[in-house]
């Protein structure tokens, strides 16, 4: 049998494995995937609209709504109006979402160790390497795909409490804030 003929099935199998195995790591963060992924993706993206972050982290509008409103209760997250479109919302993370952020990082880190267990440092290396140039592949020939996220690394991860930020990153968040993208 030819193996490539499983490529999509493969990414799509690992990709589900990959999620399962960051819940499994998560246990006890009080947060499920879908609401890890949309912190990350807002985090990567602050300011950025509903429509969008739907769009980013494949999320049916509908469903992300209910998602962005349980982030916004646990005041995780923000929504602003749009100043360029009284109609649309711009969504940012929140000093309160730091720390939980940082903890998502560290939970994909140990998620990620195990699934690489048995790679050396090379192999791990040539794999993301590999799947990177197979991401810039699909993405020239899908329409539209460009518009998607690309993959990149992690932000530094965030060590200081909510109430230890300092004068520095709330400068920077609320310039973050007021540049539209």
Do not use: Y
């Not at 195995?21 to 602050?46: D, M, S, T, Y």
């Not at 749009?82 to 000093?95: E, G, H, I, M």
């Not at 991860?157 to 930020?165: F, L």
């Amino acid at each position: 049998m030819d193996r490539l003929r499983n490529f999509g099935f493969l990414l799509k199998d690992v990709s589900r494995l990959s999620g399962l195995n960051f819940e499994r790591e998560a246990v006890g963060l009080n947060l499920n995937l879908a609401q890890c992924k949309v912190l990350i993706n807002l985090q990567r993206n602050e300011g950025i609209s509903q429509v969008r972050l739907a769009e980013l982290t494949d999320t049916d509008p509908m469903t992300l709504v209910r998602t962005l409103d349980r982030l916004e209760r646990d005041g995780l997250i923000e929504r602003q109006q749009d100043p360029a479109d009284r109609r649309a919302r711009r969504l940012f993370t929140t000093t309160a979402a730091e720390p939980v952020l940082a903890e998502i990082w560290r939970i994909a880190e140990r998620a990620r160790a195990a699934a690489l267990a048995g790679l050396s440092a090379a192999e791990r290396i040539q794999l993301v390497g590999l799947l990177e140039r197979v991401h810039a592949n699909l993405t020239t020939l899908v329409p539209g795909a460009e518009a998607g996220a690309p993959p990149c690394p992690p932000p530094e991860p965030v060590e200081a409490a909510p109430d230890q930020s300092t004068p520095e990153k709330t400068a920077k968040r609320a310039s973050n804030r007021k540049a539209t993208p």
